[in-house]
């Protein structure tokens, strides 16, 4: 299926390591021009160093703190001046803060609401007019399926990634007229850093797989997933195939989420 990403140029914040970097791969690989951002850069140019010993083609790389404002207007700027225009936005940024409520301190709130609302807000706004100049664009916020079912000691996380969900929704309403698409994915347990690190703390003897497959996760597939498995969904949801597909938050979890 051609999914006509074909010389579109695409953002992704958060896009050094996992789901942003395999996105960014996927998205290269359908003819996209991408640019990825985070706030590490050696770990922006190993990553851009191995799209291009995959894909043969260089993606732009530029470190930023999506918790600044002013870093926000600066990566999406730079974005549309290097390839001339920008068609789509992933707003990926973020991290695991799982506390339980009264060990939550101010501080640690603002971050978490810096990072994954404010930093997806800052970027959007800052899209806006390169989208409205193409007459086209697509949004994707990364949040979790944990803010739709939220547990005990699961803040401020679920408290953020909740709105998240209430932000891609208002948005999609907003930006239809312009035809500009909001969608957000709920991420469940994706293979990445933080997972291994619990594999490697908890089952040490086990392998990956039978770490992933134990029925303490509550995954009805029975499995723990795969970093491509989240892009290849993300990279559905900007493309043309999706262009009738605005204000959904679909779940990437193996069906563990109690709730649609």
């Known amino acids: 299926m051609d999914l006509g990403l074909q010389?579109?140029?695409a953002l992704i914040t958060?896009?050094?390591?996992?789901?942003?970097?395999?996105?960014?791969?996927h998205l290269v690989?359908?003819?996209?021009?991408?640019?990825?951002?985070?706030?590490?850069e050696d770990n922006l140019q190993q990553a851009a160093a191995m799209i291009k010993d995959q894909t043969g083609i260089e993606v732009l790389y530029i470190k930023a703190d999506i918790t600044k404002?002013?870093?926000?207007?600066?990566?999406?700027?730079?974005t549309a001046e290097h390839y001339g225009r920008l068609d789509i936005l992933i707003n990926n940024a973020g991290t695991s803060s799982a506390n339980p409520f009264e060990t939550v301190e101010t501080d640690l709130w603002q971050h978490d609401l810096d990072l994954k609302v404010f930093g997806a807000i800052h970027c959007s706004k800052a899209a806006l007019p390169y989208m409205r100049r193409g007459g086209q664009g697509a949004i994707v916020n990364v949040t979790a399926a944990i803010a739709k079912t939220p547990a005990a000691s699961s803040l401020p996380t679920t408290v953020s990634r909740a709105a998240g969900m209430a932000l891609t929704k208002a948005m999609s309403k907003d930006l239809g007229k312009d035809n500009i698409r909001v969608n957000t994915v709920c991420i469940g347990l994706i293979r990445s850093d933080q997972i291994e690190n619990l594999w490697k703390k908890q089952a040490p003897n086990l392998t990956f797989e039978q770490f992933g497959s134990d029925p303490i996760h509550g995954i009805p597939l029975g499995r723990i997933g795969r970093t491509e498995e989240a892009?290849?969904?993300?990279?559905?949801?900007?493309?043309e195939a999706a262009s009738y597909v605005t204000g959904t938050a679909i779940n990437i979890d193996g069906g563990k989420c109690g709730t649609l």
């Open 7 to 9: 010389g579109k140029v």
């Open 14 to 25: 958060g896009a050094s390591k996992g789901i942003g970097l395999e996105t960014a791969l």
């Open 29 to 40: 690989r359908e003819g996209a021009m991408v640019a990825i951002c985070a706030r590490n």
């Open 69 to 78: 404002e002013e870093e926000c207007k600066k990566v999406v700027n730079q």
């Open 231 to 239: 892009a290849k969904v993300i990279t559905f949801l900007v493309s």
